[in-house]
């Protein structure tokens, strides 16, 4: 992905043992392939070296190395961050994964499909599953093309008043729109989806 984005919210990193707050600093991902046919996704922060200079103060000009940016790879902040950038990627690219067959319900139940791990969009993504939420349903449903009479809804965890309790996700199968179960993990209700 090369769009250019910003990081809204606290991103902490450590750049030669010294912390560093990435918040406000424009930034892209990229796949960087080597001479060897290896790549990975790295981070580039897209901000000029005066700009740079003023945060990391004598540390800017070994973090630039000589070269335009200054680079991380996802390990960057794996350890010293609550937010981690390259989730987010992972995440843009499940959901957009998730909606190749029907665009416009990757914007219906934002809030709760917020609330699902970026690791249980993948794996429904790679085992075919595809978003088919409906606005008049209380919760993301997702389903399979080739077997249609199954779909796993995604439920956040609510009262009897409709308020939510925690952040836990729950899914629930049905299979000829009757209700099978409700599960603690993705796996365990894409295994029972698929009988």
Request: aromatic share 12%; hydrophobic share 35%.
């Amino acid at each position: 992905m090369n769009t250019v984005k910003t990081f809204e919210t606290d991103c902490h990193t450590v750049i030669d043992r010294s912390d560093i707050n990435l918040k406000g600093l424009k930034y892209k991902i990229d796949f960087n392939e080597d001479a060897m046919g290896f790549g990975q996704k790295l981070l580039y922060i897209c901000e000029s070296k005066e700009t740079m200079s003023e945060i990391l103060g004598k540390l800017c000009e070994w973090a630039f190395d000589g070269g335009d940016y200054i680079v991380f790879s996802e390990h960057d902040f794996l350890d010293y961050s609550e937010y981690n950038p390259f989730d987010l990627d992972r995440r843009e690219d499940a959901i957009a994964t998730l909606s190749i067959e029907h665009p416009r319900c990757a914007s219906i139940h934002p809030v709760i499909k917020a609330l699902i791990p970026t690791h249980t969009l993948e794996v429904l993504a790679d085992n075919g599953f595809q978003d088919c939420s409906w606005g008049n349903d209380e919760c993301p449903s997702f389903y399979k093309p080739s077997f249609e009479s199954m779909a796993i809804y995604a439920h956040d965890d609510v009262n009897d008043e409709g308020v939510r309790v925690s952040d836990e996700i729950k899914y629930a199968v049905f299979v000829d729109s009757e209700y099978v179960d409700r599960y603690l993990t993705i796996e365990e209700a894409i295994e029972v989806a698929n009988g």
